[in-house]
């Protein structure tokens, strides 16, 4: 699987951040059951930051909770990758710092880069969200969003997904990839008994 080659320098402000060096310990094992399992997993930490920490995630600053499910599910072969496993990257996010923990990719042992690690998946999620409304490669996806939120009130995570070609050296391969993936869990039902509404907008 290919990841996104950017470099993170951001501070997680409200969840624990992953220690630096080797002594890393971990407080959260990410593992799941199936599908429906997993999209419960990513909505509890979700749910949290956008209702909990509401100054911080205000509805302009929100990733769509089915992009994120998307995502997450792509990058992390719906939580069963090793990177999801051993380090809580759901989103295959790298780091270039080698005072941060990070696995090696097995068939790039000798990269500059690792996959890195992370305390807790939430901790992984905090990260991801940070990099799509900060990082310069996402600043037309951040226009996208504002521009449907002052036309419709909400945004549409297929059509914010075609702004994500960055993510990934598959380019519009992955964004179409993306589209599949959010059409599937709508079609799945994996919503079911959750407060998310068809809009893939959690409900408080």
Not at 94 to 122: F, I, S
Not at 163 to 177: D, I, P
Request: proline share 4%; with cysteine; net charge positive.
């Amino acid at each position: 699987m290919r990841f996104i080659k950017v470099l993170l320098i951001i501070s997680v402000l409200l969840l624990p951040t992953a220690t630096s060096g080797n002594d890393i310990k971990k407080v959260d094992v990410f593992s799941v059951q199936n599908n429906e399992d997993f999209v419960l997993k990513i909505f509890s930490c979700v749910k949290m930051l956008y209702t909990e920490h509401s100054n911080t995630y205000p509805l302009e600053k929100q990733i769509p909770f089915d992009l994120i499910v998307a995502m997450a599910a792509y990058e992390s072969a719906w939580g069963t990758s090793r990177f999801a496993k051993e380090g809580n990257n759901l989103f295959g996010i790298r780091t270039w710092d080698p005072l941060v923990p990070q696995m090696k990719a097995k068939k790039r042992p000798n990269a500059e880069w690792g996959v890195r690690m992370y305390d807790t998946y939430c901790t992984c999620i905090v990260d991801y969200i940070q990099i799509l409304n900060n990082h310069p490669a996402y600043e037309e996806f951040r226009q996208q969003r504002s521009l449907e939120l002052n036309k419709y009130g909400y945004t549409n995570a297929s059509i914010l997904a075609q702004f994500l070609v960055a993510w990934s050296e598959l380019g519009e391969q992955y964004t179409t990839r993306l589209k599949q993936i959010i059409l599937l869990i709508h079609k799945q039902g994996y919503y079911q008994g959750l407060p998310v509404d068809k809009k893939g907008r959690i409900i408080n």
